[in-house]
């Protein structure tokens, strides 16, 4: 239902985009988000988006990743610059879908992709 893609390997500074679409009998998305994942850690909420575009970011990327939505194509994208190290993780698109047919909003999540960044 959800398909990311636009991880990679950088060096710090660099910058990376990462991309989720979303697909299936889509009537409605509320929410859509990225969340990271450190090693042994719990995933964590990096950004999310509403559909009216207001937007919110956990304090370690704010004024160096900006979220955005393309609400005709069911897609949000995660623009990531200066990246640091620290930001190595595995990140993941969520988001609230209802279906066409449906009567309330589900949670989904899309596969993992690794960012790495490296001194």
Not at 15 to 27: K, N, V
Not at 38 to 55: N, Y
Not at 88 to 113: E, F, L, P, S
Request: with cysteine; hydrophobic share 35%; aromatic share 10%.
């Amino acid at each position: 239902q959800l398909q990311a893609s636009g991880g990679g390997s950088v060096q710090a500074g660099e910058a990376l985009r990462l991309s989720c679409a979303a697909s299936g009998s889509i009537f409605s998305i509320n929410i859509m988000a990225w969340y990271r994942q450190f090693p042994g850690k719990q995933r964590e909420l990096v950004a999310d988006i509403r559909s009216s575009g207001t937007t919110n970011y956990v304090a370690s990327v704010k004024g160096r990743f900006t979220i955005s939505r393309d609400n005709a194509k069911n897609t949000v994208h995660l623009q990531m610059n200066s990246l640091k190290p620290e930001d190595t993780a595995v990140y993941y698109c969520n988001a609230w879908i209802m279906k066409i047919g449906g009567t309330a909003y589900d949670n989904y999540w899309g596969q993992g992709t690794q960012v790495t960044v490296s001194s």
